[in-house]
């Protein structure tokens, strides 16, 4: 068990909270600052949001001796990534009303706003609550934003699948009522034994814990980056269960040799809903139980199952779910790519995968984003999907609506910049970073687009244009974008300078490795330009960039 003498900071904050209620509501009537008080922040998390300020003009304001501009970001849970065109109604004029404007799909999908002043938290929120969408738990030491293959093409038991989402999410809500006294107005409960939370007690998890559900042959969601991972399990098109891997995380610190990225290991097959839920539920409490509560930066799932060794945390779990894990199924990974385009499932219904970059739906110069899907959730005919890869599925459209829809797609120019984004542009990823994340240390989101336009003339020097080669850039070590687990990675190390990481294989089952410290952009462009050039020369039928990396030694494994 983890130390209890010695407990970080956010330990003591979390017990004494009275249920993650603490002084919420009394920073929220302060206005005298915009922000809330500093055990608060540690609090709000668990609500779905955290507080930041403007990092672009901290320096003014500074200067000018005044409060730092600060804001809120929201955070919605939406497990599986679906919700109907009222709700994305809904969350427009959200975005409108109180935010930046740019509605951000997240890697874990679901979406977050930016840019929300404290005094317009509460009004979020309750519109937010009127159309039947809400953050609890979105961020925190709780069970996050539940995520499952996207696209319901590919497989017929797609719908039991996003159920299991479902459910997963409901299993690892906390007990507690505060999310609602604070931000919706109710009145306390009466009986506080009805906020008694055998998961999560009063300590809650030592940090983050990450659920997703992969459908094979396509791993969309990065299945082994979760702290628990779901390999679904299919014999003659019917689920038998599921693989169950724990351990997966991608964060990591500059200079502290104890923190890494880790995927998940495979411990064992598990069939029917109650013991897959069992399994699942005895994980996080192992982690809660015997997670580092000491040093954050050491206190995911991976640790603790690295500190307690496979065998021994697998029999601790088996130990709890009172049954034996089976032996792991065979299965295999080709890819985890979104489909773009339209697509047809087994049902009959029409899917369109629109190529959102970076996630950031806002209206530009090349298409107008925003403006289409408000036209397409106005019609009623369709629902939405968020993807992993930070894309939208325009979903459930019938065949006479079809046309319709797509004639807005193409009103608006989605359907031109979907159909003429490279595979490399399609295949990229960024986290926020600046100008509003607290711990970026250079850009991601606000540059990348640029560094893919001076690598793509690379890629067409070099034949290349039309590898879907996998790149993926953070503003920090954090790895919010699943950076480790990409072809080619840009990890931030100071304003304006990146650690080129390389080696990762394209399904999302091996992590790449440093290549090279800090670059600047002119630096990486450089180094890009002789890998290429040797990749194209060298490497073998259909192999991967990242498979070449690795066998050339590049990098060593």
């Given amino acids: 068990m983890s130390e209890k003498n010695n407990l970080s900071s956010t330990e003591h904050i979390k017990m004494k909270s009275d249920g993650l209620r603490g002084t919420l509501k009394e920073s929220l009537r302060d206005q005298i600052t915009g922000a809330i008080r500093e055990d608060d922040r540690a609090l709000v998390k668990f609500h779905g949001m955290y507080q930041q300020d403007d990092r672009d003009r901290r320096a003014e304001r500074s200067a000018k001796k005044l409060e730092w501009l600060y804001s809120f970001m929201i955070r919605l849970r939406i497990p ?136 094979p042959p396509n791993n ?88 307690m060794g496979v065998e021994a945390f697998k029999a601790e779990l088996e130990k709890r779910c009172g049954f034996k894990l089976e032996p792991e199924r065979p299965y295999e990974f080709t890819g985890r790519t979104d489909f773009y385009g339209w697509h047809k499932n087994h049902e009959g219904k029409w899917y369109y995968t629109v190529f959102v970059e970076n996630g950031r739906v806002l209206d530009d110069e090349q298409q107008l984003l925003k403006t289409a899907f408000l036209d397409i959730a106005q019609l009623r005919k369709t629902n939405f999907r968020f993807t992993c890869n930070q894309n939208i599925i325009i979903a459930d459209v019938n065949e006479e609506d079809k046309a319709e829809i797509d004639a807005i797609l193409k009103k608006y120019g989605i359907t031109d910049h979907t159909d003429h984004a490279s595979p490399l542009r399609k295949e990229s990823i960024a986290c926020v970073a600046f100008n509003t994340c607290p711990l970026a240390l250079a850009e991601a989101q606000r540059v990348l687009p640029g560094i893919i336009s001076k690598m793509e003339p690379l890629l067409d020097k070099y034949g290349l244009q039309d590898d879907n080669i996998s790149v993926r850039m953070t503003g920090c070590p954090n790895g919010c974008a699943r950076p480790y687990a990409a072809e080619i990675a840009f990890i931030g190390t100071a304003y304006g300078f990146y650690n080129l990481q390389i ?55």
Avoid at 232 to 239: H, Q, T, V
Avoid at 287 to 303: E, H, I, T, V, W
Wanted: charged share 25%.
């Fill in 80 to 215: 599986g990534g679906f919700i109907t065109s009222e709700q994305w109604e809904a969350l427009h004029h959200v975005a409108g009303n109180y935010t930046t404007g740019v509605i951000k799909i997240t890697t874990r999908q679901t979406i977050q706003l930016h840019g929300i002043l404290k005094s317009n938290v509460k009004p979020t929120i309750k519109a937010f609550n009127t159309a039947k969408l809400d953050s609890i738990s979105a961020c925190g030491d709780v069970n996050r934003n539940v995520i499952c293959a996207a696209h319901p093409k590919f497989s017929p038991v797609h719908e039991e699948i996003f159920g299991y989402a479902k459910k997963l999410s409901q299993l690892g809500l906390p007990k507690t009522k505060a999310y609602y006294e604070v931000w919706l107005d109710e009145k306390p409960l009466t009986d506080k034994k009805e906020e008694e939370d055998p998961l999560y007690q009063d300590r809650y998890l030592p940090r983050k814990f990450k659920i997703g559900i992969a459908i």
């Fill in 220 to 307: 969309d969601v990065d299945v082994f980056a979760n702290d628990c991972g779901l390999v679904a399990i299919l014999e003659n098109d019917k689920l038998i269960g599921f693989n169950i891997a724990a351990g997966g995380g991608m964060g990591a610190t500059h200079g502290n040799a104890a923190t890494y990225p880790r995927l998940g290991t495979v411990l064992g097959f598990v069939s029917g809903e109650e013991k897959v839920l069992k399994a699942v539920y005895e994980m996080i409490t192992v982690q809660r139980d015997y997670g580092n509560r000491s040093d954050r930066k050491l206190s995911r799932l991976k640790y603790t199952l690295d500190n």
């Fill in 503 to 557: 080696g990762g294989d394209r399904t999302g089952t091996r992590l790449n490795k440093l290549y090279r410290e800090s670059l600047n952009e002119e630096a990486l462009i450089q180094e890009l330009d002789g890998l290429f050039k040797i990749y194209s020369g060298e490497r073998e039928a259909g192999e991967t960039f990242g498979d070449f990396a690795k066998r050339v030694k590049w990098v060593e494994y």
